[in-house]
């Protein structure tokens, strides 16, 4: 498919080229089926996604490319995951610490941990 209006061709923070999805946004299921959403102004909603996260939206309505997801390389997002990751050795450290805990509550604590979506890898 030949996109017409998105101009992003790599990720602003890899450099990343390779798309793994691209196209027009296409409407929910109406009455008179699915239709590919276009702009009154004639413009359609198109997407391109990279292989490393990145994916970028055209906004007909702003008549440019946003971001519509991040890439994993980006420096935000890198540093954002050392603080979680820190903040999750840190828990687990002071579980560690408390010797009179018994060890049925310590495994509870390390399995709701554990549970929890961390998002740092």
């Not at 909603?45 to 990279?50: D, G, S």
């Not at 050795?89 to 009179?100: H, R, T």
Request: proline share 2%; charged share 30%; hydrophobic share 30%.
């Amino acid at each position: 498919m030949q996109l017409h209006s998105i101009r992003t061709v790599l990720c602003p923070h890899c450099q990343c080229t390779e798309v793994v999805g691209e196209g027009v946004k296409i409407s929910r299921s109406t009455a008179f089926g699915r239709e590919i959403r276009q702009h009154v102004n004639g413009r359609k909603w198109e997407y391109r996604n990279f292989l490393c996260g990145y994916g970028v939206e055209f906004s007909p309505n702003a008549g440019r490319d946003e971001v519509a997801a991040r890439c994993s390389k980006d420096p935000e997002i890198l540093e954002r995951n050392a603080k979680r990751k820190a903040a999750h050795d840190k828990l687990l450290s002071i579980i560690a610490d408390f010797d009179d805990l018994d060890d049925e509550y310590q495994s509870t604590l390390h399995q709701e941990i554990a549970s929890t979506k961390w998002h740092f890898e």
